[in-house]
Structure formats: structure tokens, C-alpha cells
């Protein structure tokens, strides 16, 4: 049966079964469509990479001897819209049946759906066969008990034998987030990042010339990302070779001089399924087992991807579309006009708003600790900050965005996903970067002129939510510092 089958631009998956044999009644179809671009302001590395490592794709199943249509952005046949290319080649091309991999985002999701019900002809959804749990598996793992990533986590090292001895977590702990952690000290040696110097100059042209919205630096003539399986792998590759050793040790290290610190940078080939998460996770735990990296390390690691990456896809999937209205704390201010310039004299923000216009990428901590705790704190209105945040990273797709924003960060869920907000005051950014060491602002001071603005944010924000945080078990600490202190050691204490 003459078929049309859709590979969106996050489908990058070159292991799928799709693609194990051509097939002469097969042709794949590819698209840079506005719709896809223009449904939020983005980065254009962002741009730039999905678009580059899809022209790649596209070339690679044509030398394997697939059939395929790739639409550029500046083809005079390309409608800009995935349906209405779609309708095109089936009454240009007589096909007689359409095919998709199950798309990671809601938005997309329903809209293949709609699309398939108004066509004549057959349709079926594949799996991506990229992720270790189906849709649904988190919110039937917990039905209506509490949800909680430990708990998923350790059912998952159970069930994929990872790090496992028999029923029993290897080394004899299943966490060893307290051995890692710490700041970055003076003289630790920083591997510089693997980059790929790409030119995509001519691709960055047409982008601009089509009237796309984008923002960041564009390094089009020296373009640091991976855009193939092979660069993936070399990036996998360098990882566990120079940054395993030291990755959990300085997890939550932030420092002005080190944008990755030990971060694997592998959230753009993973997310776009150029890489398998099996594959990454294998590649860490050999090295483990080789002794070229400690247990803790690799525990931290692995976690990452088999828990939180696929707890959160769960969560998503799990309270779609209500997840994207909810804000707990009806916060409505709008996003301060810093966030897209780094102007700012918040050495913190500063750093971290600079740092990803200028990579289209920070690391967790940055994005919890600085830029979501400030959003957070101020009362910035999440689906301002839910749009910056898909916007400006080179791995934002809103299944993993959105729960981490709305959820982990902003608690906009009222504790879904995290058990207590993730706020501070600048002790903590103080403990884990040395922004505070060239701020203009003073760490300690709480009210004075040149008092941190995280210091007095962070009580307001304590004060301002007590009634809906303070049947939180693990805030009545700072309610008790809070309430004992008066008005005068109340400033003391902070
Ligand atoms: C507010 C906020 C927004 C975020 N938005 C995104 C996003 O749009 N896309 C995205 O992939 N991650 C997002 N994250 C999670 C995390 O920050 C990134 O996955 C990580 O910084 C990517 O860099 P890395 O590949 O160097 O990660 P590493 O620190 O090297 O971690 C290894 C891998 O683990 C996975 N991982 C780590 N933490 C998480 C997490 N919290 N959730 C899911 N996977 C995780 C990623 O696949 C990552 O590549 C967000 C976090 C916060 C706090
Ligand atoms: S003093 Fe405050 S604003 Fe300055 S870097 Fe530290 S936490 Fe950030």
C-alpha cells in the first residue's frame, strides 16, 4: 500500500524499525514549517540545529535508499503548515495511507490526531521507540497515590537492571546525592566542551530571509552542536571520557568562567532522538564497571535520565492540557525586560540570562536556582516564564519544559512534582557559584541600599504565601524563623 509516513524535527531516531529495510512503498516525509517555528520566540541555535540535523537525517535515509520528500523553508512548494503539506502529497501522489510516530508534545499530538480524522484514507500512530516508559505508565504506577520520583525510580532500576545486584541497589544505596555536590574550587580544571565548528551560514540566511522571529547569538559560522547520530556519539563519547569523573561531584556548581562546568551537553541529541537514552545510560555504566568513574558519579547520571527525564515525560502526560493553565500562586508579573538582554547588575542573572543567549544553554542549576528562583520569588507569570524558557534553550520541547518550569521550578502545580518551592535566599547561590564574590549587590545584607535582592524577595515571598505554604511540613521551619523573630530580628535573621 502506497504510504506516507511523517518525521518530525525531534524524531531523529535513525535506530527506529521504520528504517531497518527500504521500502519501495514507503516515502518519509520532512518539513521546516512556520507553524512549527512561530508557535513561540526562539533561539536561533535552536533554529539552526533542529533545521541542520533534519537536512542530515533526511540525506542519510537517502543514502540508505529511503524515499524521501524534505521540504526546505524557502521551498516554493512548502505550504508552512505539516497539514497542509500533508494533504498536498496525498492528492498529488495517490497515497493510499499516512503513518506518524507518536509526537512528544500535546499540541502536536491532538493536531496529528484532528488531521488524521479529516483525511480519506487510512492512518496509524507508531511509538518513537525512544523513551523506557509509555505515556501513561507513570500515572498508572502511581494511580492515586502520591507522586513521588524516588519511588518511580527505583522501580525503574529495577525493571531495566541498572546498577542493580540481584533486587539490590549496587554499592548498597540507591542515592548518592549526598557525596555530590559541591562548588567548584579554585584550580579544578574544567575539560573545554566538545564543539563541532560547523558553517551554517547559508541555512541562518534563508531562516532570516523567510522572516522567522529569533533571538541569541547565532554562531552560524562556527556552530557548536551536534547535528548527526556520529557527532551525538562523539559527544557521548567525550563525555564519559572526560566529564563522568567529576559530573556529580559538581552537579550544582556554578561559576562565572565555566558556562558547562561537567555537564554532558547531550539534551539536544537526546531530545531530538539522535541518541537513544539506553545508549547514554550504557555508556556511563561501563565506564563505572572500566573504573573510569566512581559509583556516585554515574548514580547521579543515570538518574538523571532514567528518572527525572522520564518521570516528567510521565507527569506531562499524566495532566495535559490543564498542566500549561495551572499557577498556584497566581502570579502575574510580567517577565522583566532582563531576561533577554542579561542587563542586569544581579551577577547571578546576569550570568545565567548571558550565558544562554549566548549558548542556548545553561544547566539545571542556573535555570532553578537563579533565573527560576528570582521568576519565582518576584511573582513572575508562568506562561511569560514558560515561554522564555522553551524559547531560549537548545533542548526545550514542552514535554520536558513545561513540567520542569511550571512544575519543579515554579510550582505552579501546588506540589505535584516538587515537594516544597525551590527558592533561596543568595545563600545558596553563595554556596554554589562565586557570582556573589564580583556582585554589585552585598550577599548579606538584607535591606540596605545595596542589599541582594534575593535576600528581602525571598521573606516576602515566605510571608506573602503563608497560607497556602504553611501546611507544608517541610516550610514550617521558616514560618517558625519567621513568626519567633520580631520585626527587627526578623531582619537580623535573614
Ligand atoms: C526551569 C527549567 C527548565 C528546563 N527545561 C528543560 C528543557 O526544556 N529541556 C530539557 O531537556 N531539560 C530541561 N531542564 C532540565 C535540565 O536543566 C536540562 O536537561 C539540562 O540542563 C540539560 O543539559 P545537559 O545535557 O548538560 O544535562 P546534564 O546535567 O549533563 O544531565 C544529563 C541528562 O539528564 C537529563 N536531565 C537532567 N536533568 C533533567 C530534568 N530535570 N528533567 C529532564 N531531564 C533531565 C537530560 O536529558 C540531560 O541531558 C529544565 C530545568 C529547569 C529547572
Ligand atoms: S549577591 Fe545576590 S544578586 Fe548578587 S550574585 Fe549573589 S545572589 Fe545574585
Known amino acids: 500500500m502506497k504510504t506516507l509516513r511523517l518525521i518530525l524535527g525531534d524524531q531523529l531516531n535513525s535506530r527506529h524499525s521504520w528504517f531497518s529495510k527500504a521500502d519501495d512503498s514507503v516515502t518519509y516525509v520532512m518539513m521546516e514549517v512556520r507553524s512549527e517555528t512561530d508557535y513561540v520566540k526562539h533561539h536561533i541555535q535552536k533554529i539552526i540545529g533542529i533545521f541542520a540535523a533534519m537536512r542530515n537525517f533526511a540525506n542519510a535515509l537517502k543514502r540508505k535508499g529511503h524515499k524521501v520528500i524534505y521540504f526546505s523553508l524557502d521551498d516554493n512548494a512548502n505550504k508552512q503548515s505539516l497539514a497542509e503539506n500533508i494533504h498536498h502529497l496525498i492528492a498529488k501522489h495517490g497515497f493510499q495511507r499516512f503513518e506518524y510516530m507518536l509526537p512528544d508534545e500535546y499540541r502536536v499530538d491532538k493536531y496529528l490526531k484532528a488531521l488524521c480524522k479529516e483525511m480519506d484514507i487510512e492512518s496509524h500512530a507508531w511509538d518513537s521507540e525512544h523513551f523506557l516508559t509509555h505515556r501513561q505508565e507513570v500515572a ?98 567525550y ?14 556548581a556554578m561559576h562565572t568562567n565555566e558556562a558547562f562546568v561537567f555537564h554532558s551537553r547531550l539534551s539536544f541529541a537526546l531530545n531530538t532522538k539522535m541518541l537513544h537514552p539506553n545508549e547514554v545510560m550504557d555508556a556511563a555504566v561501563n565506564a563505572w564497571k572500566n573504573k573510569k568513574a566512581d559509583l556516585a558519579q554515574t548514580e547521579g547520571f543515570v538518574r538523571q535520565i532514567l528518572g527525572w527525564r522520564e518521570y ?136 540596605e541600599d545595596k542589599a541582594c535582592p534575593f535576600n528581602a524577595l525571598y521573606w516576602d515571598f515566605i510571608d506573602r504565601n503563608r497560607e497556602k505554604l504553611s501546611v507544608n511540613q517541610r516550610m514550617s521551619m521558616m514560618y517558625c524563623l519567621l513568626d519567633n523573630a520580631s520585626h527587627s530580628r526578623k531582619k537580623q535573621s535573614w
Open 140 to 237: 498508572e504506577f502511581f494511580e492515586d497515590k502520591q507522586y513521588l520520583m524516588e519511588r518511580f525510580y527505583r522501580m525503574m532500576r529495577q525493571k531495566h537492571g541498572l546498577l542493580m545486584d540481584g533486587n539490590k541497589p549496587v554499592g548498597g544505596r540507591w542515592n548518592y546525592d549526598k557525596q555530590n555536590r559541591k562548588k567548584l574550587p579554585q584550580g579544578v580544571k574544567v575539560p573545554a566542551p566538545l564543539e563541532f565548528h560547523h558553517n551554517h551560514s547559508e541555512l541562518f540566511d534563508i531562516i532570516k530571509e523567510s522572516g522567522v522571529a529569533w533571538f541569541g547569538n547565532p554562531k552560524a559560522d562556527d556552530f557548536p552542536w551536534p547535528v548527526n547520530r556520529e557527532e551525538s556519539l562523539q559527544l557521548l563519547g
Open 312 to 447: 516528567l515525560r510521565g507527569i506531562y502526560w499524566a495532566k495535559m492540557p490543564e498542566y500549561e493553565q495551572l499557577n498556584f500562586f497566581e502570579h502575574e508579573l510580567p517577565l522583566p525586560e532582563y531576561f533577554w538582554t542579561g542587563k542586569t547588575k544581579m551577577n547571578c542573572v546576569q550570568h545565567a540570562v548571558s550565558q544562554s543567549l549566548e549558548h542556548a544553554y545553561a544547566h539545571h542549576i542556573q535555570r532553578l536556582m537563579v533565573t527560576g528562583n528570582f521568576a519565582l520569588l518576584a511573582g513572575i507569570n508562568p506562561d511569560e516564564l514558560d515561554k522564555w524558557y522553551l524559547g531560549i534553550y537548545i533542548d526545550a520541547f514542552q514535554w520536558v519544559e513545561i513540567t520542569n518550569t511550571r512544575g519543579m521550578s515554579q510550582y505552579a502545580d501546588g506540589g505535584l512534582l516538587a515537594s516544597k518551592p525551590y527558592v533561596s535566599s543568595a545563600n545558596y547561590i553563595d554556596k554554589m557559584s562565586n557570582y556573589c564574590q564580583t556582585c554589585y549587590y552585598n550577599k548579606k545584607q538584607k535591606t
Open 239 to 252: 563525555f564519559v571520557k572526560y566529564l563522568l569523573s567529576d559530573f556529580g561531584t559538581y552537579q550544582d
